[in-house]
């Protein structure tokens, strides 16, 4: 029904009369919405392709939709276009730089490019303003491993478990982390608590 919508539109933005005009602007802005719904549709349904572009068409109807820029950030991860993902992310900042929900996922696209430096700064910026995000505790870490420090995913991990002790994820790489460091004991500590927790 929405590509049927777009096509109806787009026969109202065809034409050129002058008595038209209230008439095109509703079809504009109702065409970016269908695009818009239908890219959402798609999203949900795990077809990021063609979910990006219905959702890049919707801009082109309504280019300052900030909803829509940031589902196209996600598909471009997803698809694993991380630069422009990356790209996408920091121009949603530029107009909402306190949004934090946005540049967890800038920081997980620099994540996926192994920007280390780069996501651990950004992980670091979402902590000074909201310290319980367990998760960014979380991602923290897995950055400081891959830039080589292992001691301080150790911390990371350990805070993210502070906040939300049945993170079982964060759990499992606290305790492989601290087998690479050499301290097996708490190592052994870590996974036998896992285990214990969920014995399945």
Known sequence: ?????IELFGKVLRKQT???GLYRNLAHVYTGQAHRNLGIMLFAVGNFSAALQEL????????DYVEVH?????????IGDFAGAVK???????????????????GVSLHNLKMWDRAV???TAILHQQPRYA??????GLALLGQGKPAEAVDAFQQALHINPRYVEARIKLGITQAYCGRFEDALST?????????D
């Open 1 to 5: 029904l929405y590509r049927e919508s």
């Open 18 to 20: 002058s008595a038209s």
């Open 56 to 63: 890049q068409e919707s801009l082109r109807f309504n280019p």
């Open 70 to 78: 940031h589902l196209i950030g996600i598909c471009q991860n997803n």
């Open 88 to 106: 996408t992310f920091n121009n949603i900042l530029k107009i909402d730089p306190v949004n934090l929900p946005i540049k967890l996922k800038l």
């Open 121 to 123: 700064a950004t992980y």
């Open 135 to 140: 998760d960014v505790h979380f991602r923290l």
């Open 191 to 199: 996974f036998t608590a896992i285990i214990s927790a969920f014995p």
